[in-house]
Structure formats: C-alpha cells, structure tokens
C-alpha cells in the first residue's frame, strides 16, 4: 500500500522560503538606505555643519532654517520601528512582490542619486550658510535638479512608506517631509539669490528645484 505523501506546511515549503528571502531583502534594502542617510546627516552635522558655520558669510537663522533638523531623527525612529516589526505575509501575492520589490530599486536609485550628489560637491554639510569664495555648483546631480539631497530625502521616505506599507510614513512624507524641504529650499535660495545675485539667477532659470528641466 503506497503511503500518503507528508504533509508540508506553507511555512517549510521552498518556494515559501524564496518568498521570504525575496521579501526580506527588498525591505532591508529599504531600511538600510534610509538608516545610512540618518548616520550620515549626523556625521557630517558633527563634523561639518558648526565649523561651516563658524565662517560663513550668511546664515539665516529664521524659524524655516530649522524645520527640517526633527526630520533624519524621525526618519531613524520610524524605520527602525517599522523594520522591526514587519513580517512577510503568510502568502505573499504578485501585488506584495510588486510593491517590495519597487521599493527596494527605489530606494538604491536613491542612492545613487546621493552618491552622484556627495561627489558633486564633496565638501557639502547640512544646514544653510555661504562659505567665502563658494561659488554656484552646476555640475553633476546639480546640473539634474538644484537640490539632489533634498530630492533625495523625499524619495526615501516614500520608499519608507512603499516597502513597509505604512499609512503613518506616508502621512508624515505628505504632511512635514515634503513641505518642509520645500520651504527649506526656498529659504536657502533666497540666501544663495542674496549672495550670489544673477550667477544664481540663471542657474535657477536653467534647473529644475526638484524636478529636471527636459524643455
């Protein structure tokens, strides 16, 4: 008499542990892109940021200048709390591979694109301050959009969001990341306009804030 072939539940099966894998690797992609961005905000506030400071021309030092110092913070607290407590589906469908898969490519383009910005101008710092002798800097991701770090901190909140399916990142990205970079940047080329007049001028004339210029 031929016997009954084992039973295997979902959780041992293969192709569930592929699933798994492929699930957990997508997330983590997400969560380590966003954790190396908070460490690195913190290092180069350290080591950068007050010294900048300390020799500037400008500063501006309106309530707007400040608006985005509670955002890497908050950033770390929400993806670590969210890496910690997120769990693969028990049957993972095409639209969960779909929407953690997406998450994680985006999330490395956002890398790149602070990679591709750090390199453009190697000495860059948090903050808002004019440096003597700092020139407008067009080359590079600053050439794409005129501010890629800024760009880039949005971008990895919404990866955040997407990866975790989390309605609360989402609200916090629509609600404080987004316009406060907005202001953030408005404040800084108000600065940069008063500093650097017309060199500024067409630099914002040819490229987008956030968004390339294709025209």
Not at 33 to 62: C, D, E, H
Request: charged share 15%; proline share 8%.
């Amino acid at each position: 008499m031929a016997e009954k072939p084992s039973y295997v539940s979902p959780l041992e099966r293969p192709d569930r542990q592929t699933d798994m894998d492929l699930y957990r690797t997508a997330t983590s992609i997400v969560a380590i892109v966003a954790l190396q961005r908070v460490l690195l905000i913190f290092y180069f506030t350290i080591t950068r940021l007050w010294a900048y400071r300390k020799i500037a021309l400008a500063v501006p030092g309106s309530w707007i200048d400040f608006v985005t110092y509670p955002e890497p913070p908050l950033l770390l607290l929400a993806t670590v709390l969210l890496w910690r407590t997120d769990m693969p589906p028990p049957e993972p469908s095409l639209l969960h591979h779909v929407r953690v898969a997406s998450a994680g490519a985006v999330a490395l383009a956002a890398l790149a694109l602070q990679i591709w910005a750090l390199r453009s101008i190697p000495g860059v710092s948090p903050g808002h301050y004019v440096l003597p002798d700092q020139s407008v800097v067009s080359r590079g991701a600053y050439g794409f959009v005129r501010h890629p770090l800024y760009l880039q901190a949005i971008v990895v909140w919404l990866t955040v969001a997407l990866g975790f399916a989390s309605v609360t990142a989402l609200a916090i990205t629509l609600l404080y990341v987004i316009p406060a970079y907005v202001l953030f940047a408005r404040s800084e080329e108000k600065m940069l306009l008063g500093q650097m007049a017309d060199a500024y001028s067409s630099y914002r004339e040819r490229v987008g804030m956030f968004f390339p210029r294709l025209w």
